[in-house]
């Protein structure tokens, strides 16, 4: 599978500060699963196509991963509510 097209910034600053969320996005994600990097990105307010740019996957995983991490929240909140009871 390819990588996603990159844009080229039209400006030098721009492209700054991509290289920052670029880093950014591999420190958020080292030593964890994708999943759970994709779903910290989403929490922060990247969308999918931001995020399978700056991890280097397509939108279509970056969409079912944050799907799945939502699904995960509310299952453990069903589960930690009931053992609450």
């Known amino acids: 599978m390819t990588p996603p097209r990159k844009k080229t910034p039209a400006h030098p600053v721009e492209a700054k500060l991509d290289e920052v969320a670029r880093l ?9 699963s994708l999943q759970d990097a994709v779903a910290d990105l989403s929490a922060v307010g990247f969308g999918p ?19 799945r991490a939502k699904k995960r929240k509310v299952t453990a909140k069903k589960t930690s509510g009931a053992a609450k009871e």
């Open 49 to 67: 196509t931001r995020i399978a740019e700056l991890i280097g996957t397509s939108p279509g995983y970056v969409k079912v991963a944050v799907d």
């Open 24 to 32: 950014l996005a591999i420190l958020v994600s080292r030593d964890r």
